[in-house]
Nanobody, 122 residues
Framework: QVQLVESGGGLVQAGGSLRLSCAAS????????MGWFRQAPGKEREFVVAISWRNSTTAYADSVKGRFTISRDNAKNTVYLQMNSLKPEDTAVYYC???????????????WGQGTQVTVSS
């Protein structure tokens, strides 16, 4: 399995920006699609964005299109989530995730990060 460690969460005012990082380790880490999910208190965990490991194909939830950008540095085994124009409704614990492919990331997750808190104040 792949191990994931997240960083970069914090408190930001509405309209501000944050960049999350997810460092992956493991023998087969380069074969994984990577993505981000988020979960607010009392709500279900929801898909945010994903990126393929080979071609950097991306998939975004409608709620974050135009505001969030995912990128991947395979040499560093790290995926990034640049979050701009943040809104209070973006407040959640953000989890990095690894899956066999971008096609399956919404239905099959092999590894989760520990989560990092993002709080957006109004």
């Amino acid at each position: 399995q792949v191990q994931l460690v997240e960083s970069g969460g914090g408190l930001v005012q509405a309209g501000g920006s944050l960049r999350l990082s997810c460092a992956a380790s493991g023998r087969t880490v380069s074969k994984y699609a990577m993505g981000w999910f988020r979960q607010a208190p009392g709500k279900e965990r929801e898909f945010v964005v994903a990126i393929s490991w080979r071609n950097s194909t991306t998939a975004y939830a409608d709620s974050v299109k135009g505001r969030f950008t995912i990128s991947r540095d395979n040499a560093k085994n790290t995926v990034y989530l640049q979050m701009n124009s943040l809104k209070p409704e973006d407040t959640a614990v953000y989890y990095c995730a690894a899956a066999p492919s971008i096609t399956t990331i919404k239905v099959r997750i092999d590894s989760w990060g520990q989560g990092t808190q993002v709080t957006v104040s109004s």
